[in-house]
């Protein structure tokens, strides 16, 4: 029975999930809904889930209805290749990563983006609340790109030498800014994301190694 995911193109959360399954190499079907469409909160998609959110996942019987508990039942169902570490010690160092990405790096990549890829938004001038509030969240994301850069210091992957959920959850967020970098260049330069990749080489390096992997290219958002 193929696994099933019901994602957005491009939506971070159900991104994590196509990279799970990349990374632990087994077959899925990706169902594209359209958000602008009312189609997450259509009566047969809040059948699946209440909260009308992707990614949903679907593998015979079971229905999965979010990210970090799909990459987590993936686990359970599929153990070889694991996401969340062989040992103790690198499930401990995998879930407080994940979880932190899922805290701070989505966090700041939301106050960062939304208003920039999904609302289009200028950069208003200096002094403005909003000019204000999107230099705030583009300081947070610069911390949090220096911690990732800072991971990665010793290892080729954000929790080891192999590609786990931490992983899964980060390059959305950190692929998502470099997608703002070339497609609103004017404005993310204006808060320090131009030639990103020179300042953050361990990261730039980290993307291109998961851009290397088998399945990576299905898991890329389509309108790209
Ligand atoms: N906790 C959920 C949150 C899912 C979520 O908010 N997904 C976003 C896309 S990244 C969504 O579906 N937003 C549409 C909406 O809230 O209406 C998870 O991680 O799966």
């Excluded at 099933?4 to 193109?9: K, L, M």
């Excluded at 990706?30 to 209440?50: M, Q, V």
């Excluded at 979010?66 to 290749?81: F, H, M, R, T, V």
């Excluded at 983006?113 to 200028?122: M, R, T, Y």
Aim: charged share 20%; proline share 6%.
């Amino acid at each position: 029975m193929t696994i099933i995911v019901h994602s957005v193109s491009g939506a971070p959360r159900a991104w994590r999930v196509l990279l799970g399954l990349a990374f632990k190499g087994l077959p899925y079907e990706t169902r594209y809904l359209e958000a602008s469409k009312g189609e997450l909160k259509s009566s047969g998609f809040l059948k699946l889930n209440p909260r009308g959110t992707v990614p949903v996942m679907q593998d015979g019987g079971i229905t999965v209805r979010d990210s970090i508990g799909c990459l987590a039942w993936l686990d359970a169902a599929y153990p070889e290749k694991p996401l969340f570490g062989h040992t103790l010690t690198e499930t401990a160092e995998i879930w407080q990563t994940t979880l932190e990405c899922c805290d701070y790096l989505r966090a700041a990549g939301n106050e960062l983006l939304f208003p920039i890829l999904v609302e289009n938004k200028p950069l208003t001038p200096k002094g403005t609340s909003y000019h204000t509030a999107l230099k705030t969240a583009a300081d947070a994301m610069h911390t949090e790109f220096d911690f990732l850069e800072t991971l990665l210091d010793d290892r080729d992957f954000l929790a080891g030498h192999s590609p786990t959920a931490a992983d899964a959850v980060a390059f959305p967020e950190v692929r998502l800014v470099e997608r703002a970098t070339d497609t609103k260049a004017d404005i993310m330069g204006a808060l320090g994301f131009s030639k990103t990749d020179n300042r953050y080489p361990r990261l730039a390096a980290w993307k291109a190694r998961i851009a290397c992997l088998p399945g990576y290219a299905n898991t890329m958002p389509r309108h790209w």
